[in-house]
């Protein structure tokens, strides 16, 4: 296989998911924030945040630039760890356990801009997050996301740096396609893209969503998460709201950074 970029190795991938869960549940509560804070040396960067995203469902994190969305969803996957309060993943408290452990209990997570390689193909990427994820079935997996991201099967052999930030961005999430996750953490998916590209990207979230995987989608435009079941606003690391956008029919108006 390809040589990984800057000696990087499986195990520090950012991709969407490194191990499979075998326990698939199927109802009640799938991830529980109860009073979550979090730091940065001395700055507080979340203030008692309190979600709850039942199984199966796709709920958002909508917030302008430093409101806190990323930390949270860093915390939730424990890739940052100056963190206290109540974190629960499908009945088991996970604020102890490392990132891996947390992995192997069925939650990844996609990074913005992370985890796609340049020296490795698109079929590459997908059978390592195959095997990573323990899959046996590689090929027959790999064979299925054809289905779902037939835009990939165009680039099948294209390499990771000649990729298009939507192409990277489709690679992803067919990345958490075929490692199964229970549930799939998405930092801002609309990050850099062009809103035509943007809304292609919504609408493989959404399908996902529609698979019964459990998805929490950090965004700054709530507009995106217009078919969320639930969203929350967050706001100098507080929840500050909760809506439906789904059975209200509207995402609400875009979040604007502070000038």
């Known amino acids: 296989m390809s040589q990984f970029a800057d000696g990087e190795t499986p195990e520090e991938l950012s991709f969407p998911a490194l191990c499979h869960s075998t326990n698939d549940g199927g109802e009640g509560e799938g991830l529980v924030l109860r009073n ?8 507080q960067a979340l203030w008692g945040a309190s979600i709850t995203v039942d199984y199966g469902q796709f709920v958002g994190i909508v917030g302008r630039n430093g409101a806190g969305k990323s930390t949270m969803l860093r915390v939730i996957s424990r890739l940052h760890t100056r963190a206290e309060g109540g ?3 499908f009945g088991d408290e ?3 356990l490392r990132p891996e452990e947390v992995a192997r209990r069925g939650l990844s997570m996609m990074r913005e801009g992370g985890g796609i390689f340049e020296a490795l193909s698109v079929e590459d990427h997908l059978m390592l997050a195959a095997r990573l994820a323990g899959q046996r079935q590689q090929s027959s997996d790999v064979d299925e996301v054809w289905e779902w991201f037939p835009m ?3 680039r099948r052999d294209a390499k990771g740096g000649f990729l298009s930030g939507g ?6 999430l067919a990345m958490a396609f075929v490692s199964r996750p229970r549930c799939l953490l998405l930092d801002e998916p609309s990050a850099g893209l062009a ?3 943007t809304e292609s990207v919504f609408l493989m979230v959404e399908r996902l969503a529609q698979s019964n995987m459990t998805l929490v989608v950090s965004e700054q435009d709530p507009r995106w998460l217009s078919e969320a079941d639930k969203m929350y606003e967050l706001d100098l690391g507080r929840v500050v709201n909760e809506t439906t956008p789904r059975t209200s029919g509207h995402g609400g108006e875009a979040v604007t950074s502070p000038s």
């Open 36 to 43: 979550l804070s979090a730091w940065y040396g001395q700055a």
């Open 152 to 154: 990939l099967q165009e």
């Open 87 to 89: 974190l629960v993943l």
């Open 94 to 96: 996970i604020m102890a």
């Open 195 to 197: 809103e035509s590209v």
């Open 167 to 172: 192409q990277r961005k489709m690679l992803g």
